[in-house]
């Protein structure tokens, strides 16, 4: 049993570099989801609706966009999507991948 809660084992997840990289990268696909077409809603409910998905599209974005930083810190931009890809597909954490030093 942990001591912390289930709150705080969350939190303690999220400091896992793949794990907010996954996170944000399915937030981010979460928030094209148009939800209040499919469920129909109307005026206000709707703007709410949309409010939402845009919150989770910015949440995403910020969770994604701070181990793409680290990426392009380590590599440059040239090689920042590749080693944000490698990291989302295989978990790997952005800062354990090599730095190619072929190309300056």
């Given at each position: ?45 709707l703007t709410v609706s949309l409010t939402v998905e845009v919150l989770l599209g910015m949440a995403g974005l910020a969770l ?41």
């Amino acid at each position: 049993m942990t001591t912390g809660g289930p709150v705080r084992v969350a939190v303690a997840m999220c400091d896992d570099a793949d794990v907010k990289l996954r996170l944000g990268v399915v937030l981010w696909l979460l928030s094209w989801i148009p939800y209040g077409i499919i469920l129909g809603l109307d005026a206000a409910w709707l703007t709410v609706s949309l409010t939402v998905e845009v919150l989770l599209g910015m949440a995403g974005l910020a969770l994604a966009g701070t181990q793409f930083a680290q990426a392009v810190k380590q590599q440059g931009w040239k090689h920042a999507p590749g080693v944000a890809w490698r990291a989302l597909v295989h978990g790997t954490d952005v800062a354990e991948q090599p730095v190619d030093v072929t190309d300056p």
